[in-house]
């Protein structure tokens, strides 16, 4: 724990350093265009039409008779990753506010959301799990349902999460371990100079496991699958179960998200209309083209030459390469982060 206060003090030090140096040359929140969001660049007109058709699914707010609940944080993955594009982050004005009192919901906002706050999931520490926000007791689409929120009185019981962006996942899911274990140990000696430890997380098939703050799923349909059921509700192939037993608050056949068997004509995008909501969220991340980075301005050439030499970039790995892929512009891509000036 010394080393690790130590360490904090030294990057606290060098960031306020930092900031004397460059205050009169920052320039702030960049302008123009997000730089993010969109597709992956030479995709073909099939898959620009099935990214198309899951981003829209992607964006959808689901009420109960889509599955929503009987617990949720919000009704929509769109709303949760919003900034500054659909698969970002939280947006500067936090949807759960409204989504707490929607169709007559009788949720109490709890005292660490806030209408210019970021959207928040909760751990509590007792358990380690997820102890969603709101429920949909009150709601006009629920009636009979009458379930409490959990109890968010002791600020000490719990931590919170927030949205974390989507862009260019597929790249990372397309990564083969080997790549990852070689460019962490090119790292190695830096992060044990750092007194720095850690390992990958390994899933049951004895591979790297990637996604979620615990990186606790193997792809981006496991990751989908999880955060359907989790943060909005809904039952789906891959978790087919309520996490909420009263069947005061069951409205639908299990699971609600399923495969189509027929074309539901929601898209131009046969690839789309047949597949569940959970492989379109997929399918969006899998082809969600990286963030495009602004030219080199003083104040990133001097926050990538202090993120270097605080050691940041012992963890933040400079570079990957992909493996060859079934999907347009994923093959053989080599990510790198520019060098420290």
Known sequence: MKTIRTFAKTILLSALMSTAAVAQQDPGVRGGPPGAGGPLHGLDPME?????AALNRFLQVDGVADGLGPRFNLDSCGGCHAQPAPGGTSPSTNPQIAAASTNGASNTIPP??????PVRETRFL??????VLFTITGRSDAPGCNIAQPDFSDPTAYIFRIPTPLFGLGLL???PDQN???DANAQG?????????????YGSDGTITRFGWKAQNKSLLLFSGEAYNVEIGV???LFPNEREDDPNCQFNGLPEDTTNLTNNNQSNSLGSNFVSDIVNFAAFTRLSAPPVPIPDTPSILNGRQLFNSVGCAACHIPQHTT??????GQSNVHLQRSPAS
């Open 48 to 52: 620009t039409a099935y990214f198309a």
């Open 323 to 328: 493996a060859a892929s079934s999907f347009t």
């Open 126 to 131: 007792s358990d380690g799990g997820v102890h």
């Open 112 to 117: 660490f959301v806030a209408q210019n706050g």
């Open 235 to 237: 039952t789906n192939e």
């Open 173 to 175: 899911e397309n990564t």
């Open 189 to 201: 000696d830096l992060r044990q100079s750092l007194h720095i430890s850690g390992s990958f997380n």
């Open 180 to 182: 990852l274990i070689d």
